[in-house]
């Protein structure tokens, strides 16, 4: 089959963010838009020709006809063999698990992970490198040079794969493996949990569940380990099917988006357990009757209960937890004599330290948690820890909450999101309060006095690679590592701006852990908005999103 050449012109906005290339869908389906992209990702892999890759997407709209795309690219950029999630499906956790289990050199996942899909929605494309994990930033950013001086990509002409049929099929001198989407991810999960007590719980009906797939990729997943492999009831797995533009609703496991879920969870009908993933699988949502876990408390009651689960029954080497995460964590860490690092936000800066052995269990507040079975957070992976522990130890979500707390002090936390704004309003606001960064420190605003304010900057204690410009952290002087409020700007967003700014407090005396965060947290969330002067800057008196 003949290689053709294409000519093509650069786009200029192809830089990577947080996690791969997003954007809106008519933009990826401009004229050479996704083929420029995927090529400069080739023309970065200098060592593909023969090599493995892993490929698979989220399932929303347009994933289907990216994946001809990019099958028939890589076979005309000499790609050996490409492994295939059948009907295009795969999460992002089973790409990392696929890349490590069969070696490849790397993966591409296709997806905009929580923002919505459909024509009028998302797409997005990562790449992962052969630790499972995605490309940290010297390869994003190599991919971003050869973007910008990209002339021609290559492809075939050749009919498409038939994604739907398991096996192995040829497409010009490369092989196509179609897997299971789900078969290797499971197996792995079998390894890590006591599959046999949770099966017996649940069977039961000693221990039930209620799983929200949000119409996304977790959905076959969840039905494979969650009803038919540990036998939770039918039904147990909601929204389970994955549909293109993820039925009209926005895959983003939290309270505002998984309202059907939250609603159970709080009425006399709710399970033990409840949990939601988003739209490719790498993150989850954790509640118990009448109690929603924060993501950061999720990452330290995992961390504290670790060897209760067979996988981590050793104990763990350390954790690590993203600098705007709370600092839940490192009490426990403390606790366990273990090492606690602080990183920029985005999976990519876990995976040295995972890859050296430092650290076993890592999370962030956007609702990722994850361990060194894979490098990707991990949604099933997360609801499944608690499932276990809940079979262990028997008692409830809420209960095994409030003891940790009692024990290390409850970290009252919340991100407010203002999406969608001006974006170079926005980089204002974030460039005066970084100029101002020096003259508040001392200065006192009621019972809050800053003791620092600083623009994050991260030394990998690997490789020592130096990332700037990670958010501002304001710190206030008190018990417990003191309030904080954090700011930084997303870099997942596809319209202007978003700027998230995160709180946090910690409440050493049990008789306060029940307060509403909003409300524990109000004084120092005026605070936030007086301190950035947001309604000044951006027009916004509230955020749009609270979680
Ligand atoms: C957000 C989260 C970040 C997460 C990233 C990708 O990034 O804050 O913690 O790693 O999304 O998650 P940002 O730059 O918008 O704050 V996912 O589930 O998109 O792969
Ligand atoms: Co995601």
Redesign the pocket.
């Known amino acids: 089959m003949t290689i053709k050449t294409v000519t093509t012109q650069p786009f200029t906005d192809q830089r990577p963010?947080?996690?791969g290339l997003r954007k809106r869908v008519d933009v990826f389906q401009q004229p050479n838009y996704l083929e420029n992209f995927v090529q400069s990702v080739f023309n970065t892999l200098t060592d593909r020709r023969g090599q493995t890759l892993v490929i698979g997407g989220d399932g929303r709209y347009y994933n289907r006809e990216a994946l001809q795309i990019i099958l028939r690219m890589a076979a005309a950029n000499g790609v050996g063999r490409m492994l295939v999630g059948q009907g295009g499906i795969l999460s992002?956790p089973a790409v990392s698990c696929l890349i490590r289990k069969y070696r490849a050199l790397g993966g591409l996942v296709l997806?905009?992970?929580?923002n919505p899909g459909g024509p009028e929605g998302d797409f997005g494309i990562k790449y992962n490198v052969s630790n499972g994990g995605p490309a940290p930033e010297r390869i994003t950013e190599a991919i971003f040079q050869n973007s910008l001086n990209i002339r021609e990509y290559y492809t075939l002409d050749a009919a498409d794969i038939q994604l739907d049929e398991l096996g192995e099929q040829q497409l010009g001198a490369m092989q196509v493996v179609v897997v299971d989407s789900v078969a290797d991810y499971a197996e792995l999960m079998e390894q890590l949990f006591d599959f046999e007590r949770m099966s017996q719980a649940l069977r039961s009906g000693a221990l039930s569940i209620r799983f929200d797939g949000m119409h996304a990729v977790t959905g076959p997943y969840a039905h494979a380990i969650l009803e038919q492999r540990l036998g939770a009831p039918a039904g147990s797995v909601i929204r389970g099917t994955p549909l293109p533009d993820f039925g009209g609703a926005h895959p983003d496991p939290n309270l505002a988006h998984a309202q059907e879920l939250a609603a159970l969870m709080f009425s006399p009908q709710a399970p033990d357990l409840g949990a939601a993933s988003?739209?490719?699988g790498?993150?989850n949502m954790i509640l118990g009757r009448e109690c929603y876990i924060t993501p950061s408390d999720s990452l330290a009651i995992l961390v504290a209960n670790a060897t209760l689960v067979p996988g981590y029954a050793k104990g763990l080497a350390g954790v690590a937890r993203?600098m705007p995460t709370s600092r839940a964590v490192d009490r426990v860490a403390e606790q366990l004599g273990i090492e606690c690092f602080e990183t920029p936000?985005?999976?990519k800066f876990f995976g040295n330290l995972l890859d050296a052995g430092r650290i076993t269990l890592c999370g962030?507040?956007?609702?990722?948690t994850s361990s060194d079975h894979v490098r990707e957070?991990d949604g099933l992976w997360a609801v499944l820890f608690w499932l276990n522990i809940l079979a262990v130890r028997q008692e409830s979500v809420s209960a095994i909450a409030h003891q940790h707390w009692t024990r290390y002090g409850r970290n009252f936390y919340t991100r407010h999101d203002y999406e969608a704004v001006d974006a170079e309003r926005a980089q204002a606001l974030m460039d005066a309060l970084r100029r101002r960064g020096s003259e508040l420190v001392g200065q006192r605003f009621g019972a809050f006095e800053i003791e620092y304010c600083d623009d994050f900057s991260y030394t990998d204690p690997i490789d020592e690679t130096v990332s700037q410009g990670q958010g501002l952290r304001i710190g206030f002087s008190g018990s417990g590592g003191g309030p904080r409020i954090v700011y930084?700007l997303?870099?997942?967003?596809t319209q202007g701006a978003?700027l998230?700014v995160y709180i946090e407090r910690h409440e050493p005396t049990p008789e306060r852990h029940d307060q509403d965060p909003q409300i524990a947290l109000a004084e120092l969330i005026t605070l936030s908005q007086q301190l950035a002067e947001i309604e000044a800057y951006i027009g916004r008196t509230a955020p749009s999103v609270i979680t």
């Open positions: 963010g947080t996690s992002t997806s905009a992970s929580h988003d739209g490719d790498d993150r993203s936000t985005g999976w962030e507040e956007s609702f990722g957070k930084r997303s870099g997942t967003g978003t998230r």
